[in-house]
């Protein structure tokens, strides 16, 4: 049975193929303006890979924020539901998600089948998020995908006091004047919101194992940061930016199992 899984995102639009349980292929696309015609067009480049048509998909699932304006999906599901399916599905001893997106973080405590037992959000500002990520990125003139490799080279602890990303890049700015390292800035970037994640997480009782989504969690240095901060079990799956997408996905193979 063919289903499809869609995460329309803040920054990126990801789509999951799904057959019998497993998954045939994925995209990633970035977001843009057209979100409802973006988000057609990374599905048919997923049936592309696969060889499959938009006719053959059974059910199609979407969520993330844009998930409203799909009007070809089936059903919406909110992220939160689809990043514990997802997570569980990958490492059924997931009792923890964070989700670091680009746009959002969230920490949400799991039960053994995967239904969300409660969580916590930050959606009020970037601090925290991959897009603070990606303006200090931009002030220190590195690429984002050498944010992680980049800080894992420090030597030097530096605290950053600014969460606030206007203020953040002030003062990254005035570390780079100081003749501060690359490294060391980014290093301490990271430990911010690692900090800042896990203040949240402690809202929540944390347990083991701690699953690591969104696109965030393809940067070495902020997983490092985390592990260090946790002080827990933490698993990255091995893309873990198509998380939600998959667990989109499951639902919608769930629905179509049950002829919903
Ligand atoms: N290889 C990488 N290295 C470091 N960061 C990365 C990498 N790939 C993606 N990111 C970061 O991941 C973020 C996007 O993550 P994701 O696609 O999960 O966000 P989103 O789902 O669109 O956002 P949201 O869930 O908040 O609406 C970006 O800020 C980007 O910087
Ligand atoms: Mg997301």
């Given at each position: ?148 490799k980049e800080s894992l080279k420090s030597r ?25 390292a690359k490294e060391?800035?980014l290093r ?73």
């Amino acid at each position: 049975m063919l289903v499809a899984g869609l995460d329309v995102g803040s920054l990126t639009i990801k789509a999951v193929v799904l057959e019998d349980n497993t998954i045939k292929d994925f995209t990633i696309i970035p977001t843009g303006a057209e979100i409802n015609k973006l988000t057609k067009d990374c599905l048919e480049l997923t049936l592309k890979k696969t060889g499959d048509y938009f006719k053959d998909l059974k059910i199609i699932v979407a969520t993330g924020y844009g998930r409203i304006s799909i009007p070809f999906a089936d059903k919406s599901i909110t992220e939160i539901t689809c990043h514990a399916l997802g997570a569980n599905w990958l490492n059924p001893d997931t009792r923890t998600v964070i989700d670091i997106g680009g746009q959002d973080s969230k920490v949400i405590s799991v039960d053994k089948e995967g239904r969300v037992v409660d969580f916590v959000m930050n959606d009020k500002c970037a601090a925290g998020t991959g897009r603070f990520l990606e303006v200090m990125a931009q002030a220190l003139g590195v690429k984002t995908e050498d944010l992680g490799k980049e800080s894992l080279k420090s030597r030097r602890k530096i605290n950053i006091s600014s969460m606030c990303t206007v203020f953040a890049e002030s003062e990254v700015i005035s570390l780079i004047a100081e003749g501060c390292a690359k490294e060391d800035i980014l290093r301490g970037l990271h430990e911010a919101i690692a900090n800042r994640i896990g203040s949240m997480a402690n809202r929540l009782r944390l347990e083991n194992t701690i699953t690591l989504t969104g696109g965030v969690a393809k940067n070495t240095g902020m997983v490092q940061a985390l592990k260090k901060r946790l002080k827990a079990k933490v698993y990255v799956p091995p893309e873990p930016q198509i998380v939600g997408a998959l667990g989109a996905a499951l639902a919608a193979q769930k629905m179509a199992g049950n002829n919903i």
